[in-house]
């Protein structure tokens, strides 16, 4: 049997991490963040000094970096879970994220990451249900309203979640969709506990089926 995925889509701020994070937990699962994986190989190209819009350039780094995100985000090595978040990285990962090269280097560990679990992953980000596992197991997608969304965010603020949304949702390659066969739910107002409920309720009608 091929390895379980729960795939889960959506917006920043919209709950996917947290979600994610509590579903694979009470699954006893994986848990993949993929963001963390173009924040990670973002960071590296500033500390470089790598053109992020060197579209080459920024594809053979994403080939040859070492990168984990569990237990903590590390590339080549290096602790790098709290830089991933800065202003400096939430202003240039949409332009790596865009990068149809970039993509493709992470697309294929996001595969090869998932298929070398052995029960299942619970895998989120913005092309999951579209593009890097279309027939998984479950596919979820998230939203909620901006005003939360930015709440969510902290200090990013609302315009820079907005700006990163729109970039998100109008690139070329791969860009944040919704899967026709998706479970959408709006987050706004609900409780983490809730939205992992019901999505455990579609597994199991899924599995059982
Ligand atoms: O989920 P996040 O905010 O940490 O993601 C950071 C950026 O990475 C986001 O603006 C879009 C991009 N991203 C992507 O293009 N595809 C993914 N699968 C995950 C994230």
Redesign the pocket.
């Known amino acids: 049997m091929s390895a379980r995925i729960i795939a889960i889509d959506g917006p ?1 701020g919209s709950g ?2 947290s979600v994610a994070r509590a579903l694979a937990a009470a699954l006893g699962w994986s848990f993949l ?7 990670a190989v973002t960071l590296e190209a500033l500390r470089h000094d790598i053109d992020v819009h060197d579209e080459g350039a920024m594809a053979e780094l994403a080939r040859r970096v070492t990168l984990t995100t569990l237990p903590r985000v590390t590339i080549n090595g290096r602790d790098v879970e709290d830089e991933i978040r800065t202003d400096e990285v939430n202003v240039a ?2 332009t790596v ?1 865009a990068n149809p090269l970039v ?1 493709t280097q ?1 697309v294929r560990r996001q595969r090869d990451f998932a298929a070398a679990q052995p029960l299942g992953t619970v895998v ?5 249900t579209t593009v ?1 596992f279309p027939n998984a197991t479950v596919k979820v997608f998230l939203t909620a309203s901006l005003e939360e969304r930015a709440r969510r965010r902290g200090e990013e603020g609302a315009a820079s979640v907005a700006r ?1 949304d729109d ?2 949702t109008t690139r070329h390659a ?1 860009p ?1 969709r919704q899967a026709d066969d998706a479970l959408v739910l709006d987050t706004t107002g609900r409780s983490v506990e809730d939205v992992v409920e019901e999505v455990i309720e579609c597994l199991k009608l899924k599995t059982l089926s």
């Open positions: 920043a996917k991490s963040d993929t963001g963390a994986m173009y924040r990962v949409s994220a993509r992470m989120e980000g913005r092309d999951i890097v990163r970039a998100d791969s944040l």
